[in-house]
């Protein structure tokens, strides 16, 4: 059986490792959710005063 595995595996064509998969683009997705997260733990005092600013001098 073990013979008929290896020369059906010759035969086919190998495959090749090239691109993302699922895995990688979860991992990506991630580190940006957590870059986003931490920024707006950081300066969410920050943004918020700099936005109420804004409002206020565009007195709307």
Do not use: C, D, H, Q
């Amino acid at each position: 059986m073990l013979k008929f595995y290896v020369a059906l595996s010759s035969m086919l064509p190998a495959r090749k490792e090239e691109g993302a998969t699922a895995t990688e683009y979860a991992l990506i997705i991630a580190f940006i959710a957590l870059v986003i997260i931490g920024g707006l733990t950081l300066f969410g005092g920050n943004l918020n005063s700099f936005w109420s600013r804004i409002s206020g001098s565009l007195k709307i």
